[in-house]
């Protein structure tokens, strides 16, 4: 396993742990299932699994389902699915907030009877209006003053559904005068006449993520409770509701909320709002479209569990602001592919090389290794035979000097085979070379007999599979979509050419038979992975999931 980044998180745990603070680590990961994840809840997941892992705790997979709105049984299968391929294991700790919805109102009604929370007519503007800002001083609203006892019965016919939706809010009492805008009051608990996926019409009335997201972290008993920097200003808050829930949370000491900062990437988008227009107005293929940076998205192209983990860890854990260049994330493909993918030879845009001293008919098997570094894995059998492919631009008419691969005259190494020499050009109708005429030379076998600069992928006709290859490209051509643009539209820095698809390309024969998702190297070209949708056994579509180097921009 590669080595762990030290981050001030662990830091803190590992001091809580040693101190005898808490006996056992528990963290959660609590996606909101109103879209697909994407690299920077892998981050997240990579984070909570992650430590709860290293430190022998447990972490709880819970749906944050408080917006009745916006959530979808898809993306709760998705997340799931795509937790677990990144390794999170919940064991039987797969929960929701709405299922603490019963457990939040009896708070709610503590809270009222405590002089601690108040049921408020103001519409939301005028709550806004009221709070003031920064330069301002919050006004309190004339119902701020409520008994408790008849804020109770209000709060029991919100609940009740006595009320449309916008007649009256829940608000805590906290602070009209703090600094902090979080603290003047806020709305608990709003009417939603709407059916939820989890709990039906069992409720009119639905919790704020402010309110929800602290209970359900003590409801747990999570002793770290982490999530992003633009929930520092909330910290106030979540501190409010653990101390003033009642009954009080069955956890001593109380959960600590930790921000951690937010992942960006450069050349791609990560707001669930620009995903979900991608994806509905057709700009890519689906949620798993390979140019996503979704966890579907990459696992579609091709990317290894392994490479998204190595990715969460090489790019560390801290506050400062992380913007991160793609070409990172492809680097961490790169370096976990090299050392997993089997290698085979595939040959884009093939040119045809007939070899006129190898007899007709003649096949020769020739074996080689599937991976240089990996004996273990075997060996795959190449067959030499009369007429070849190979790349057409491994082949110049006018080459320059530092041109080493194949040109008139020339001799170049057939990679785990033969060199051969270019004694003929044909031309076809169209001008474009149509074939090559070449000889070989039988003591080269291999690697054998004299020093020969260049080398060539190749695959032989004979056992050639044809195959389907999309090259896929970065999504956006601009490193930060729509900053640039003047009304800021992200969908304008769209790359045009962010996916080629390519038929007519051949593969050698282990190829044929790839499972979906399987992934090679593909000699001198890249890291390709067989689609997990369309291709079949037989019939094989492959995705490039990187280039060998970083080539982008150059
Ligand atoms: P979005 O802004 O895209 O809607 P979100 O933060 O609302 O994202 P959630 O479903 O609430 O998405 O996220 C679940 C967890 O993943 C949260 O704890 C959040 O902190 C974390 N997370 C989401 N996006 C990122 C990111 N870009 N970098 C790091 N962590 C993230
Ligand atoms: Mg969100
Ligand atoms: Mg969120």
């Known amino acids: 396993d590669a080595p762990i980044a030290t981050n001030f ?12 603070k808490h006996a056992q680590l528990v963290t959660r990961f609590p996606p909101e299932p109103n879209g697909f994840l994407h690299i920077g809840h ?59 919805f019963a457990q939040m ?41 409520r008994p408790a006892a008849e804020s109770l019965e209000l709060f029991r016919r919100m609940r009740a559904g006595d009320f449309a939706e916008g007649k009256y809010v829940l608000r805590a009492k906290i602070d009209l005068s703090a ?38 972290d003590a409801l747990e008993s999570i002793t770290h409770s982490l999530c992003t920097l633009e929930f520092q200003d909330h ?20 959960p600590r909320q930790i921000e951690v900062s937010r992942l960006n990437i450069h050349f791609t988008v990560l707001s669930k ?16 479209d390979p140019r996503l940076p979704t966890i579907a998205g990459l696992r579609r192209r091709g990317y290894p569990p392994a490479a998204i983990q190595l990715f969460c860890d090489r790019t560390g854990i801290s506050k400062e602001d992380k913007n991160i260049d793609l070409a990172v994330l492809e680097d961490c493909a790169r370096e976990t592919l090299d050392a997993a993918a089997g290698r085979a030879m595939a040959v884009l845009d093939p040119l045809k090389v007939v070899v006129t001293n190898w007899p007709e008919g003649k096949t020769e098997p020739l074996d080689a290794p599937v991976h240089p570094k990996r004996p273990e894995l075997g060996s795959r059998t190449l067959s030499m035979s009369r007429v070849l492919f190979i790349e057409r631009d491994d082949f110049a008419l006018e080459p320059s000097p530092k041109f080493f691969r194949l040109s008139p005259g020339a001799e170049v190494r057939l990679r785990n085979a033969y060199a051969i020499r270019c004694d003929e050009v044909v031309h076809g109708a169209d001008g474009r070379v ?116 970083d080539t982008w921009g150059k």
């Open 434 to 549: 149509a074939e090559l005429r070449c000889t070989y030379d039988e003591s080269t076998k291999q690697g054998a007999g004299r020093k020969i600069k260049g080398i060539v992928h190749w695959v032989s006709e004979t056992a050639a599979v044809p195959l389907t290859v999309r090259l896929w490209d970065r999504l956006f051509s601009k490193p930060a979509p729509g900053a640039e643009q003047p009304d800021g539209d992200f969908l304008a820095d769209l790359n045009p050419g962010s996916v080629k698809e390519l038929s007519g390309c051949l593969g050698e024969a282990s190829l044929r038979d790839a499972r979906p998702g399987e992934q090679f190297q593909f000699e001198r070209l890249g890291y390709y992975a067989a689609d997990l949708v369309d291709s079949k056994p037989g019939s094989p579509v492959f995705n490039r999931v990187v280039t060998l180097r």
């Open 9 to 20: 998180v662990r830091n803190i745990i590992k001091d809580d742990l040693a101190s005898g």
């Open 273 to 288: 709002r620009k995903l979900i227009r991608l994806v509905e107005e057709g700009h890519v293929r689906g949620w798993d």
């Open 179 to 216: 600094a902090n805008m979080n603290m003047r009051d806020p709305v608990l608990y709003r009417v939603r006449h709407a059916t939820h996926p989890q709990t039906g019409d069992a409720w009119c009335i639905y919790p704020m993520y402010d309110y929800a997201h602290p209970i359900s």
């Open 42 to 100: 892998a981050k997240s997941i990579c984070l909570n699994f992650g430590l709860a892992d290293e430190f022998a705790g447990i972490t709880y997979m819970r749906l944050d389902d408080t917006n009745p709105l916006k959530e979808e049984q898809l993306y709760v299968d998705s997340i799931l699915d795509d937790v677990r391929w990144l390794g999170g294991d919940w064991g039987d700790r797969l929960t929701h907030a709405s299922d603490y």
């Open 105 to 145: 109102y009896e708070i709610a009604e503590h809270l009222i009877e405590d002089g601690k929370a108040y049921v408020d007519s103001a519409s939301l503007e005028m709550i806004r209006e009221y709070r003031g800002n920064y330069a301002t001083a919050a006004r309190p609203t004339p119902d701020r003053e």
């Open 235 to 254: 910290r106030p808050l979540y501190d409010w509701v653990v101390h003033n829930m009642r009954p009080a949370p069955p956890c001593d000491p109380l």
